[in-house]
Nanobody, 120 residues
Framework: QVQLVESGGGLVQAGGSLRLSCAASGSIFSINAMGWYRQAPGKQREFVAKITSVGSALYRYSVKGRFTISRDNAKNTMYLQMNSLKPEDTAGYYC??????????????WGQGTQVTVSS
């Protein structure tokens, strides 16, 4: 099927930066939309950013201007550059990818999550 591996999380002070990566592998024919979601303890998972196959990006209002989503189609990898981080950005960050498999099925896959902690 499809495997997603996330990396890049960690502990950073407020105002700092982190770059998350999400690499997809497996029975991939093409990758459609790719996105990032986050979930803080005791809260529901929320949308952060999304990028289409042609590079159009959409952001959650609270991260617009601070976060930048991008993708490298040759590497089946998506990135989230997070600048000017705030304590309220603290959460587990999950990548979500819509894939057309080599069998021409459409799969909606989730990564295992990577923790981002921003100290004040």
């Amino acid at each position: 099927q499809v495997q997603l591996v996330e990396s890049g999380g960690g502990l950073v002070q407020a105002g700092g930066s982190l770059r998350l990566s999400c690499a997809a592998s497996g029975s991939i024919f093409s990758i459609n939309a790719m996105g990032w979601y986050r979930q803080a303890p005791g809260k529901q998972r929320e949308f952060v950013a999304k990028i289409t196959s042609v590079g159009s990006a959409l952001y959650r209002y609270s991260v617009k201007g601070r976060f930048t989503i991008s993708r490298d189609n040759a590497k089946n990898t998506m990135y989230l550059q997070m600048n000017s981080l705030k304590p309220e950005d603290t959460a587990g960050y999950y990548c979500n990818v819509e894939v057309t498999t080599t069998a021409r099925d459409t799969l909606d896959s989730w990564g295992q999550g990577t923790q981002v902690t921003v100290s004040s």
